[in-house]
């Protein structure tokens, strides 16, 4: 299989992750192991010598592995149910071993250089396996980003195994895991449009805090129907808009709760809840305490 360092006429972040992956000065090692992480840097140039099956690497459904990949330069191609994606630069990819996705470098590709991490951590992968239900395969990675940097800091300890011990590589992993789950996260939903509907949300609740309404009230103020906004919202924040109105009354709720000494009747309807006992369920569904433990503690 061919493994190549190229010329110094690379993009800064190419160059970086060779030059951590050459302190071994060898160009023969295409990876290298720590104790939990195995990682490494290569560029392929032969269609016919790099294609991987994701039901075809010997791993065990029992005892799943994570393999990840970011594209340098070059472009290569990931399938998986189905579809297709052109793996270029800026882009990267993650899967479940064993899972049903192949990902290989395509005849009309001159070459593909990537970074990868493979690993096997049971709590690390069973998080990985959670994001991969909820995000596509292939996501951005564009170059100055915050997780490609955490990403060749943590290349960069592995090929130079500047780990005390396992404790302190597997911390290492738990930062990077955090890092990529923030990633996709902001990807999924991009924060300005996120902020944006939150305020518009927020705003009117406010507005209209001491009153019920439904969400039919907020999406025909954005000139939409009710399933149309719902939707909107759910993709640009994670939430329902329904749930995030009752996090707006619930905030408003335990601000009257630490800062007044007005009866939970009085504060239920100041922040447009039926009653005290409808309050006392939403606050104890939310918080796993009741108004009155929560403003003992206050």
């Not at 052109?86 to 990819?93: A, I």
Request: with cysteine; glycine share 6%.
């Amino acid at each position: 299989m061919n493994s190549r360092f190229v010329n110094n006429f690379t993009p800064p972040e190419k160059t970086a992750f060779e030059r951590a992956f050459a302190h071994r000065k060898d160009d023969g090692f295409r990876h290298l192991g720590g104790r939990i992480v195995t990682a490494g840097c290569e560029t392929r140039t032969v269609p016919a010598d790099y294609r991987w099956h994701g039901m075809r690497r010997g791993e065990s459904a029992e005892f799943p592995r994570i393999t990840f990949q970011a594209t340098l330069t070059g472009h290569g191609t990931f399938e998986r149910n189905g579809r297709k994606w052109d793996v270029g630069p800026g882009k990267s990819f993650f899967a479940v071993l064993p899972s049903r996705h192949v990902y290989y470098l395509p005849k009309e590709s001159p070459e593909w250089t990537f970074f990868w991490f493979h690993f096997g951590h049971p709590y690390v992968v069973q998080r990985i396996m959670v994001l991969a239900k909820r995000h596509p395969s292939v996501f951005e990675l564009k170059p100055g980003s915050e997780f490609l940097a955490q990403s060749l800091s943590f290349f960069e300890r592995i090929c130079r195994q500047r780990f005390e011990d396992a404790f302190d590589e597997e911390n290492a992993l738990f930062e990077w895991m955090l890092g990529f789950e923030r990633h996709l996260h902001h990807a999924a939903y991009p924060q300005a449009q996120k902020k944006a509907l939150l305020d518009e949300v927020r705003a009117f609740t406010s507005a209209n805090l001491q009153r019920s309404f439904g969400i039919e009230e907020i999406a025909r103020q954005a000139g939409m129907s009710r399933s149309h906004y719902c939707h909107r919202f759910k993709a640009a924040t994670g939430l329902a808009p329904a749930a995030y109105v009752l996090e707006v009354r619930l905030a408003e709720a335990r601000k009257q709760l630490r800062k007044t000494r007005a009866p939970l009747k009085a504060i239920a309807a100041f922040t447009g809840f039926a009653d005290a006992n409808h309050l006392c369920k939403a606050f104890r569904r939310q918080f796993n305490l009741s108004p009155g433990a929560y403003r003992r503690q206050a």
